[in-house]
């Protein structure tokens, strides 16, 4: 597949962002849902050579990590919906 190259005009190459990358993602993404609709753990992490992707999918993991610590989501929920509400 040949790649096709997002960049934004004047930015480090550090935000160069190939097609290939942006799919594996994705796939990646609709992977997690299915897995997080019947109930499992994240999907493992697919065979990469981009660093961006990897980091992409780690920053999922953590945000996934910090909601399944205790006392997260009670914080969540508190924060939505107030405890001494009136009845």
Excluded: H, Y
């Amino acid at each position: 597949m040949e790649d096709l190259i997002i960049e934004e005009e004047g930015t480090s190459s550090a935000l160069k962002i190939t097609l290939g990358d942006f799919l594996v993602f994705i796939n990646w993404m609709n992977q997690t849902e299915k897995f997080l609709d019947r109930g499992e753990t994240l999907p493992p992490l697919p065979e990469l050579e981009s660093g961006k992707v990897k980091g992409w999918i780690q920053l999922v993991q953590r945000l996934e990590e910090r909601f399944l610590k205790p006392g997260c989501l009670n914080s969540i929920l508190s924060a939505v919906v107030p405890l001494d509400r009136p009845a």
